[in-house]
């Protein structure tokens, strides 16, 4: 099996890498940000531009 990546601007992302389901999470910022999951990602995503 090769990478997962997950994308998003809620909690779920953050809570699917701390349970190994995926490899790399990138948080999406644009509508809302939350400190957890700025600690946590991988790669901070501000908007999809």
Same mark, same amino acid.
């Not at 809570?15 to 509508?31: D, K």
């Given at each position: 099996? /090769?990478?997962?990546?997950?994308?998003?601007?809620?909690?779920?992302?953050? *809570?699917?890498? $701390? /349970?190994?389901?995926?490899?790399?999470?990138?948080?999406?910022?644009?509508? *809302?940000?939350? $400190?957890?999951?700025?600690?946590?990602?991988?790669?901070?995503?501000?908007?999809?531009?």
């Amino acid at each position: 099996m /090769g990478n997962i990546f997950i994308s998003g601007c809620i909690y779920v992302g953050y *809570e699917a890498l $701390q /349970g190994g389901s995926v490899s790399q999470f990138y948080a999406f910022t644009e509508n *809302e940000d939350r $400190q957890v999951e700025l600690d946590n990602a991988d790669r901070i995503a501000p908007s999809v531009d």
